[in-house]
């Protein structure tokens, strides 16, 4: 029997980059796209939980199905595995994202928050992202590197629960140097709501920001994404600091 992948994203289902995952993902096994009907960015791992949720056929052909869901990419993935998958899926992706999700963005990315859920579920689960913005993105350099990485993960399955974050740097195939299992870079975004005035005299608030990342050890994403390497971190979704747990017992709390 064939793998069953089921994909996701946050920049919603006509997004090229999900067509492009899905394309590269169909020559490993059957793949069921369940993606939101909207833009999604930045929602994290955020659920639907006041209104009802809708998700509905918008295309298929011998073994790409698309589906196209009113919530968020982890409802996406809830509702792609409870209700739209035929079995279980031997494999979950997210992606291809447009822009990075290194080091701190990973807290923020709806990419992300779809493998989050994909390993709470306990699947294997991947989600990649390209370093680039623009709406006409050539995603061709990212090709081998998904073939790589999905015969190398089905062929050696992760632990339950562990997820991987892949960033692919913005440039030629034949220019991007290899890939480095690395750590998560120390860094933030030094966000500013900057106040605006809407054409009926109301102020209303716009979010910008700027991104710092003061860690410069050599062995973090966004070292060897600055390097010209595809970084990939080992994610979970586990938060407890286990370094602070003897710590706190010993402060009896």
Request: with cysteine.
């Amino acid at each position: 029997m064939k793998p069953l992948i089921l994909i996701s994203n946050d920049d919603g289902v006509d997004s090229p980059g999900l067509h492009h995952l899905a394309h590269v993902a169909s020559e490993f096994g059957d793949v069921v796209v369940v993606a939101p009907d909207h833009n999604a960015s930045g929602l994290g791992a955020s659920i639907t939980c006041l209104q009802p949720l809708r998700c509905k056929l918008v295309d298929a052909s011998e073994n790409v199905s698309y589906y196209a869901c009113n919530g968020t990419p982890v409802d996406c993935v809830m509702l792609g595995k409870e209700h739209v998958c035929s079995r279980r899926p031997d494999l979950i992706l997210s992606g291809i994202n447009y822009g990075s999700n290194a080091s701190i963005n990973v807290m923020y990315s709806g990419t992300m928050g779809a493998v989050i859920q994909g390993c709470l579920d306990g699947c294997q689960s991947i989600g990649f992202s390209l370093l680039n913005h623009r709406p006409d993105a050539d995603f061709a350099a990212c090709t081998k590197i998904i073939q790589h990485i999905i015969s190398q993960v089905l062929a050696h399955p992760l632990p339950i629960g562990t997820g991987l974050n892949v960033n692919i740097p913005r440039l030629p195939a034949n220019e991007i140097k290899g890939i480095r299992v690395c750590r998560q870079a120390h860094a933030q975004w030094l966000n500013n709501h900057e106040q605006r005035i809407d054409p009926v005299g109301k102020p209303y608030w716009w979010l910008t920001g700027k991104f710092v990342c003061d860690d410069k050890d050599g062995d973090t994403d966004q070292y060897w994404l600055e390097q010209g390497y595809v970084s990939v971190v080992p994610i979970r979704p586990d938060l407890t600091d286990y370094q602070q747990l003897n710590n706190l017992n010993n402060l009896q709390l």
